[in-house]
Protein backbone atom coordinates (compact mmCIF):
# COMPACT_ATOMS: atom_id res chain seq x y z
CA UNK A 1 0.00 0.00 0.00
CA UNK A 2 0.94 3.54 -0.04
CA UNK A 3 3.17 4.94 2.35
CA UNK A 4 4.29 8.40 3.57
CA UNK A 5 7.32 8.75 5.31
CA UNK A 6 7.89 11.36 7.98
CA UNK A 7 10.97 12.61 9.06
CA UNK A 8 12.93 13.24 12.02
CA UNK A 9 10.47 10.83 14.04
CA UNK A 10 12.34 12.81 16.92
CA UNK A 11 13.95 16.18 17.52
CA UNK A 12 15.32 18.09 20.22
CA UNK A 13 16.40 21.78 19.70
CA UNK A 14 17.32 24.79 21.44
CA UNK A 15 15.13 27.68 21.95
CA UNK A 16 15.28 30.44 18.60
CA UNK A 17 16.18 27.41 16.06
CA UNK A 18 14.62 26.86 13.07
CA UNK A 19 13.17 22.57 12.69
CA UNK A 20 12.76 21.73 9.38
CA UNK A 21 9.86 18.78 9.58
CA UNK A 22 9.72 16.76 5.77
CA UNK A 23 6.88 14.89 4.55
CA UNK A 24 7.19 12.57 1.08
CA UNK A 25 4.88 10.10 -0.03
CA UNK A 26 7.17 6.61 -1.46
CA UNK A 27 4.99 5.83 -3.91
CA UNK A 28 2.22 7.51 -5.04
CA UNK A 29 1.61 11.48 -6.12
CA UNK A 30 0.08 14.10 -3.51
CA UNK A 31 -1.08 17.03 -4.77
CA UNK A 32 -2.50 17.75 -1.20
CA UNK A 33 -0.99 17.29 1.96
CA UNK A 34 -2.20 18.35 5.69
CA UNK A 35 -0.34 18.75 8.76
CA UNK A 36 -1.69 18.41 12.13
CA UNK A 37 -0.32 19.04 15.39
CA UNK A 38 -1.32 16.92 18.81
CA UNK A 39 -0.05 18.45 21.95
CA UNK A 40 -0.10 15.76 25.03
CA UNK A 41 -3.58 13.90 25.98
CA UNK A 42 -5.33 15.64 23.05
CA UNK A 43 -6.44 15.25 19.63
CA UNK A 44 -5.33 16.36 16.32
CA UNK A 45 -5.71 19.69 15.10
CA UNK A 46 -5.22 20.31 11.45
CA UNK A 47 -2.98 23.29 11.16
CA UNK A 48 -3.23 23.64 7.36
CA UNK A 49 -3.44 22.16 3.65
CA UNK A 50 -0.64 22.25 1.78
CA UNK A 51 -1.00 22.13 -2.45
CA UNK A 52 1.63 21.52 -4.28
CA UNK A 53 2.44 25.05 -6.18
CA UNK A 54 0.66 26.94 -3.99
CA UNK A 55 0.37 28.85 -0.74
CA UNK A 56 -1.03 26.43 2.30
CA UNK A 57 -3.77 27.35 3.55
CA UNK A 58 -3.97 27.84 7.12
CA UNK A 59 -6.54 26.93 9.81
CA UNK A 60 -7.86 29.94 12.22
CA UNK A 61 -5.17 30.59 14.88
CA UNK A 62 -2.36 29.16 12.88
CA UNK A 63 0.24 31.67 12.64
CA UNK A 64 1.61 31.22 8.97
CA UNK A 65 5.16 33.40 9.65
CA UNK A 66 5.69 30.41 12.68
CA UNK A 67 4.68 27.04 10.81
CA UNK A 68 5.91 27.53 6.93
CA UNK A 69 4.82 25.47 4.85
CA UNK A 70 6.29 24.52 1.14
CA UNK A 71 4.88 21.92 -1.17
CA UNK A 72 7.18 22.56 -3.54
CA UNK A 73 7.02 18.96 -5.37
CA UNK A 74 4.21 16.07 -6.10
CA UNK A 75 6.07 14.17 -3.46
CA UNK A 76 6.99 16.10 -0.80
CA UNK A 77 5.77 18.93 1.47
CA UNK A 78 7.94 20.35 4.34
CA UNK A 79 7.15 22.27 7.25
CA UNK A 80 9.13 24.53 8.98
CA UNK A 81 8.82 25.30 13.03
CA UNK A 82 10.86 28.90 12.61
CA UNK A 83 12.10 30.35 16.16
CA UNK A 84 10.74 27.21 18.14
CA UNK A 85 9.95 28.01 21.78
CA UNK A 86 8.84 25.53 24.33
CA UNK A 87 5.64 25.99 23.64
CA UNK A 88 5.74 24.55 20.65
CA UNK A 89 6.86 21.40 21.55
CA UNK A 90 4.27 18.67 19.98
CA UNK A 91 3.91 15.63 18.44
CA UNK A 92 3.32 16.70 14.50
CA UNK A 93 2.03 14.33 11.60
CA UNK A 94 1.03 15.09 8.36
CA UNK A 95 -0.99 12.98 5.53
CA UNK A 96 -0.97 13.08 1.76
CA UNK A 97 -3.84 12.63 -0.46
CA UNK A 98 -3.81 10.06 -3.14
CA UNK A 99 -6.14 10.78 -6.01
CA UNK A 100 -7.01 7.39 -8.36
CA UNK A 101 -9.20 5.25 -9.62
CA UNK A 102 -10.20 3.68 -6.39
CA UNK A 103 -10.84 6.93 -4.90
CA UNK A 104 -9.27 9.51 -2.83
CA UNK A 105 -7.27 8.30 0.29
CA UNK A 106 -5.36 9.88 2.77
CA UNK A 107 -2.48 8.22 4.44
CA UNK A 108 -0.27 10.02 7.51
CA UNK A 109 3.24 9.82 8.10
CA UNK A 110 4.64 8.42 11.74
CA UNK A 111 4.68 11.93 12.87
CA UNK A 112 7.43 13.93 14.58
CA UNK A 113 7.81 14.22 18.25
CA UNK A 114 10.05 17.74 18.47
CA UNK A 115 10.87 19.23 21.79
CA UNK A 116 12.10 22.44 22.23
CA UNK A 117 14.63 22.93 25.05
CA UNK B 1 -20.69 25.14 13.92
CA UNK B 2 -19.05 22.46 11.95
CA UNK B 3 -17.84 19.91 14.05
CA UNK B 4 -16.45 16.05 15.71
CA UNK B 5 -17.60 14.92 18.80
CA UNK B 6 -16.51 11.81 20.51
CA UNK B 7 -18.21 13.00 24.23
CA UNK B 8 -16.06 9.82 25.81
CA UNK B 9 -12.63 10.99 27.25
CA UNK B 10 -11.95 7.86 29.03
CA UNK B 11 -13.41 4.46 29.13
CA UNK B 12 -12.17 1.18 31.19
CA UNK B 13 -13.65 -1.89 30.11
CA UNK B 14 -12.40 -5.20 31.09
CA UNK B 15 -10.56 -7.87 28.80
CA UNK B 16 -13.47 -10.26 27.00
CA UNK B 17 -16.05 -7.27 27.42
CA UNK B 18 -17.70 -5.47 24.73
CA UNK B 19 -17.20 -2.18 23.76
CA UNK B 20 -18.45 0.87 21.71
CA UNK B 21 -16.78 3.91 21.30
CA UNK B 22 -19.37 6.88 20.23
CA UNK B 23 -18.13 9.46 17.50
CA UNK B 24 -20.80 12.32 16.18
CA UNK B 25 -20.45 14.54 13.15
CA UNK B 26 -22.15 17.98 12.29
CA UNK B 27 -22.00 18.42 8.71
CA UNK B 28 -23.85 19.58 6.00
CA UNK B 29 -23.67 16.71 3.72
CA UNK B 30 -22.86 12.92 4.60
CA UNK B 31 -18.46 13.15 4.92
CA UNK B 32 -15.98 10.46 4.74
CA UNK B 33 -16.08 8.97 8.08
CA UNK B 34 -13.03 7.31 10.05
CA UNK B 35 -11.60 5.21 13.14
CA UNK B 36 -7.80 5.86 13.35
CA UNK B 37 -5.59 3.81 16.51
CA UNK B 38 -2.37 5.72 18.06
CA UNK B 39 -0.94 3.78 20.60
CA UNK B 40 1.75 5.47 22.77
CA UNK B 41 4.15 7.78 21.21
CA UNK B 42 3.18 6.08 17.75
CA UNK B 43 1.59 7.33 14.83
CA UNK B 44 -1.67 6.58 13.58
CA UNK B 45 -3.54 3.21 12.50
CA UNK B 46 -6.63 3.31 10.01
CA UNK B 47 -9.11 0.56 11.57
CA UNK B 48 -11.73 1.53 8.92
CA UNK B 49 -13.56 4.01 7.02
CA UNK B 50 -17.14 4.34 5.44
CA UNK B 51 -17.41 6.12 1.86
CA UNK B 52 -21.09 5.01 0.93
CA UNK B 53 -23.31 1.82 0.51
CA UNK B 54 -23.30 -0.67 3.64
CA UNK B 55 -23.80 1.17 6.52
CA UNK B 56 -21.96 -1.16 8.93
CA UNK B 57 -18.28 -1.41 7.97
CA UNK B 58 -15.75 -4.18 9.17
CA UNK B 59 -12.25 -3.00 10.05
CA UNK B 60 -9.19 -4.45 10.99
CA UNK B 61 -8.69 -6.49 14.57
CA UNK B 62 -12.26 -6.93 14.83
CA UNK B 63 -13.80 -3.65 14.85
CA UNK B 64 -16.70 -2.60 13.05
CA UNK B 65 -18.59 0.82 12.79
CA UNK B 66 -22.18 1.53 12.07
CA UNK B 67 -22.76 4.75 10.37
CA UNK B 68 -26.52 6.26 11.24
CA UNK B 69 -27.65 8.89 9.25
CA UNK B 70 -30.46 9.71 11.08
CA UNK B 71 -28.02 10.37 14.41
CA UNK B 72 -25.35 11.87 12.52
CA UNK B 73 -23.29 9.26 14.48
CA UNK B 74 -20.25 6.20 13.41
CA UNK B 75 -19.78 4.28 16.36
CA UNK B 76 -17.08 2.14 16.95
CA UNK B 77 -18.02 -1.67 18.21
CA UNK B 78 -15.69 -4.84 19.43
CA UNK B 79 -17.48 -7.88 20.26
CA UNK B 80 -14.40 -8.80 22.31
CA UNK B 81 -11.76 -6.30 23.96
CA UNK B 82 -8.15 -7.72 24.19
CA UNK B 83 -5.84 -5.77 26.27
CA UNK B 84 -3.73 -5.35 23.21
CA UNK B 85 -6.69 -2.73 22.69
CA UNK B 86 -5.81 -0.58 25.11
CA UNK B 87 -5.03 2.64 23.22
CA UNK B 88 -6.41 6.01 21.69
CA UNK B 89 -9.13 6.31 19.06
CA UNK B 90 -9.73 9.33 16.63
CA UNK B 91 -13.02 9.48 14.67
CA UNK B 92 -12.25 11.53 11.84
CA UNK B 93 -14.35 13.25 9.18
CA UNK B 94 -13.14 14.18 5.27
CA UNK B 95 -15.05 16.30 3.42
CA UNK B 96 -14.80 17.17 -0.16
CA UNK B 97 -12.75 14.59 -1.24
CA UNK B 98 -10.24 15.54 1.70
CA UNK B 99 -9.70 18.75 0.82
CA UNK B 100 -10.71 19.22 5.43
CA UNK B 101 -9.83 16.76 7.28
CA UNK B 102 -10.47 16.76 10.93
CA UNK B 103 -10.53 14.69 14.06
CA UNK B 104 -12.55 13.84 17.21
CA UNK B 105 -10.97 15.20 20.57
CA UNK B 106 -10.21 11.23 21.01
CA UNK B 107 -11.28 8.23 23.63
CA UNK B 108 -8.68 6.74 25.61
CA UNK B 109 -9.49 2.88 26.10
CA UNK B 110 -8.48 1.30 29.10
CA UNK B 111 -8.53 -2.39 29.39
CA UNK B 112 -8.74 -4.41 33.07
CA UNK B 113 -7.71 -8.05 33.07
Known amino acids: GAVVSQHPSWVICKSGTSVKIECRSL??????MFWYRQFPKQSLMLMAT?????????EQGVEKDKFLINHASLTLSTLTVTSAHPEDSSFYICSARETGQAGEKLFFGSGTQLSVL | AQSVTQPDIHITVSEGASLELRCNYS??????LFWYVQSPGQGLQLLLKYFSGDTLVQGIKGFEAEFKRSQSSFNLRKPSVHWSDAAEYFC???????????FGSGTKLNVKP
Open chain 1, 27 to 32: DFQATT
Open chain 2, 27 to 32: YGATPY
Open chain 2, 92 to 102: AVGLYNFNKFY
Open chain 1, 50 to 58: SNEGSKATY
